[in-house]
C-alpha cells in the first residue's frame, strides 16, 4: 500500500478555509485516496473519496492533480466541531483493502 | 439505515479472562475488517473477514487473538487470556465491494478494551 506523509498538526480560526495536503508519492493505477474524521473516543467517520481532478461533496473537497501524488483536503469555514484528526489513505478498490492509518494532521480550530 | 453497530462499548477485564467483542455491519455489508488503535497511533489492521470466510489475518496476532464472521449474527473478535498490553480501542468496518467501485469502509464507535 502506498505509504503516505500529511502534517503532523494544523491549527485554524472559526470562519476560515482549511487546506491540508497529503504525499502519496508511490501511489498505484487502481489506488483511490480517501480521507476520514476521527474525534477523540470515536471511530473514523468517512469524508470523501475520489481519483483523480476534484470531487466536492456537502462536507469537503478534495483536490488531485494530474500526476496524483499529492492531494488536498479542503474544509471551507471550519468551526469548532471540526476539531479533529484527519487521516489520508490510498488503497486499491479491490482485494481484500487494507487500510493504513498514519498519524493523522491534528487540526485544532480555536475562536 | 443504521451504521456499523459495536458492542459493548466499554469492556474491563482481568489479565487472563476472555474478551468478545461484537461487529454487526451495515446492512448489506459482507465484509467485515477489524483494527486496533493503541492511544495517540493510528489505527493497525487485523484481520479482513467474508461471510463464514477469514480473508486476511496477516494483521493479527499468532496467539489468543481469533475473528470469525458466521453465516447469522455479528462478527466476533476474541481475546483469550488478556494482558495488559491487550488495552486498546478496536473498530470494526464494513463495506459493500462493489464490483468496479471504490471499497469504502464505513467504521463502528469501538470497544475500548481495558484489562486490569
Known amino acids: 500500500l502506498a505509504k503516505t506523509t500529511q502534517p503532523i498538526s494544523m491549527d485554524s480560526y472559526e470562519g476560515q478555509e482549511v487546506n491540508i495536503t497529503c504525499s502519496h508519492n508511490?501511489?498505484?493505477?487502481?489506488?483511490?485516496i480517501t480521507w476520514y474524521q476521527q474525534f477523540p473516543s470515536q471511530g473514523p467517520r468517512f469524508i470523501i473519496q475520489?481519483?483523480?481532478t476534484k470531487v466536492t461533496n456537502e462536507v469537503a473537497s478534495l483536490f488531485i492533480p494530474a500526476d496524483r501524488k499529492s492531494s488536498t483536503l479542503s474544509l471551507p469555514r471550519v468551526s469548532l466541531s471540526d476539531t479533529a484528526v484527519y487521516y489520508c489513505l490510498v488503497g486499491f478498490t479491490g482485494g481484500g483493502n487494507k487500510l493504513t492509518f498514519g498519524t493523522g494532521t491534528q487540526l485544532k480550530v480555536e475562536l | 439505515n443504521a451504521g456499523v453497530m459495536q458492542n459493548p462499548r466499554h469492556l474491563v477485564r482481568r489479565r487472563g479472562q476472555e474478551a468478545r467483542l461484537r461487529c454487526s455491519p451495515m446492512k448489506g455489508h459482507s465484509h467485515v475488517y477489524w483494527y486496533r488503535q493503541l492511544p495517540e497511533e493510528g489505527l493497525k489492521f487485523m484481520v479482513y473477514l467474508q461471510k463464514e470466510n477469514i480473508i486476511d489475518e496477516s494483521g493479527m496476532p499468532k496467539e489468543r487473538f481469533s475473528a470469525e464472521f458466521p453465516k447469522e449474527g455479528p462478527s466476533i473478535l476474541r481475546i483469550q487470556q488478556v494482558v495488559r498490553g491487550d488495552s486498546a480501542a478496536y473498530f470494526c468496518a464494513s463495506s459493500l465491494r462493489e464490483a468496479g467501485g471504490p471499497d469504502t469502509q464505513y467504521f463502528g464507535p469501538g470497544t475500548r478494551l481495558t484489562v486490569l
Open positions: 508511490n501511489i498505484a493505477t487502481n489506488d483511490y
Open positions: 475520489g481519483y483523480k
